[in-house]
């Protein structure tokens, strides 16, 4: 019989960020199911500072014609930094192998820069999802502290959807437009956007879905103190 820990870490170990998704959409009990686990997130001194909101059918359509739009005149207004530090940091390595990986599976050339803005546009139609989900966060102080729990209840968000079959992305590009996210929904300009989490059922037969980025060692992240593994 399987342990409750293995199947917990099945489930982490599992989960994909999908690039390429079925139009298929997630039944209502299954949307308010993973609602429900992300909610379980700690936050600080229980604050809960998270507003989510969720498209789907003609709200979603709706809102990538929104972002497109702004993607598309050149408006950008994110609420918060993108940068990875300088050009050989290992952050910024890391994310252009990452890239290199991504743009090969979808057989698009480091000087094709028409296929890489077609496939940066694709994030603005959430890659075919049925359903996103923005994340909000409240101008609480300097922000990072609730940033950090919104964070939390999206990996509950990510690990409950992979749990029940289901996948999703979580997607940065959607913060980029934060101003125009704003005034197609009539959001106060206190509230933050953070990004976007993409979800439904991911294409078997995309190969952008079969990739496996990886990760670094644990020596490159971790420091023990009198503590043996």
Same mark, same amino acid.
């Given at each position: 019989?399987? *342990?409750?820990?293995? $199947?917990?870490?099945?489930?982490? =170990?599992?989960? =994909?960020?999908?690039?390429?998704? $079925?139009?298929?959409?997630?039944?209502?009990?299954?949307?308010?199911?993973? $609602?429900?686990?992300?909610? =379980?997130?700690?936050?600080?001194?229980?604050?809960?500072?998270?507003?989510?909101?969720?498209?789907?059918?003609? %709200?979603?359509? $709706?809102?990538?014609?929104?972002?497109?739009?702004?993607?598309? %005149?050149?408006?950008?207004?994110?609420?918060?930094?993108?940068?990875?530090?300088?050009?050989?940091?290992?952050?910024?390595?890391? *994310?252009?192998?990452?890239?290199?990986?991504? !743009?090969?599976?979808?057989?698009?050339?480091?000087?094709?820069?028409?296929?890489?803005?077609?496939?940066?546009?694709?994030?603005?139609?959430? !890659?075919?999802?049925?359903?996103?989900?923005?994340?909000?966060?409240?101008?609480?102080?300097?922000?990072?502290?609730?940033?950090?729990?919104?964070?939390?209840?999206?990996?509950?968000?990510?690990? *409950?959807?992979?749990?029940?079959? !289901?996948?999703?992305?979580?997607?940065?590009?959607?913060?980029?437009?934060?101003?125009?996210?704003?005034?197609?929904?009539?959001?106060?300009?206190?509230?933050?956007?953070? !990004?976007?989490? *993409?979800?439904?059922?991911?294409?078997?037969?995309?190969?952008?879905?079969?990739?496996?980025?990886?990760?670094?060692?644990?020596?490159?992240?971790?420091?023990?103190?009198?503590?043996?593994?």
């Amino acid at each position: 019989m399987t *342990s409750p820990a293995q $199947l917990f870490t099945d489930v982490i =170990r599992s989960r =994909r960020s999908t690039r390429a998704f $079925l139009p298929d959409p997630v039944p209502a009990d299954d949307i308010r199911g993973v $609602l429900e686990d992300a909610q =379980r997130a700690p936050s600080h001194s229980n604050t809960q500072p998270w507003e989510v909101h969720v498209f789907s059918g003609d %709200a979603r359509d $709706l809102l990538a014609e929104a972002m497109l739009k702004a993607f598309e %005149a050149g408006q950008m207004s994110p609420d918060f930094t993108t940068t990875y530090g300088a050009d050989d940091s290992v952050h910024t390595q890391r *994310s252009q192998q990452a890239g290199a990986v991504l !743009y090969g599976a979808m057989g698009i050339a480091r000087d094709d820069v028409d296929g890489r803005t077609k496939a940066v546009a694709e994030n603005l139609r959430f !890659y075919g999802a049925p359903h996103v989900a923005l994340l909000f966060v409240p101008e609480l102080g300097d922000v990072v502290r609730a940033a950090n729990d919104v964070g939390m209840y999206a990996q509950n968000f990510l690990l *409950s959807l992979t749990a029940r079959g !289901y996948h999703g992305v979580p997607q940065g590009m959607h913060g980029l437009f934060a101003d125009a996210v704003r005034a197609h929904l009539g959001l106060p300009a206190d509230l933050k956007l953070l !990004y976007g989490i *993409s979800f439904g059922t991911a294409d078997p037969d995309a190969a952008v879905n079969r990739l496996d980025i990886g990760r670094a060692p644990l020596e490159e992240h971790i420091v023990l103190h009198d503590t043996r593994l």
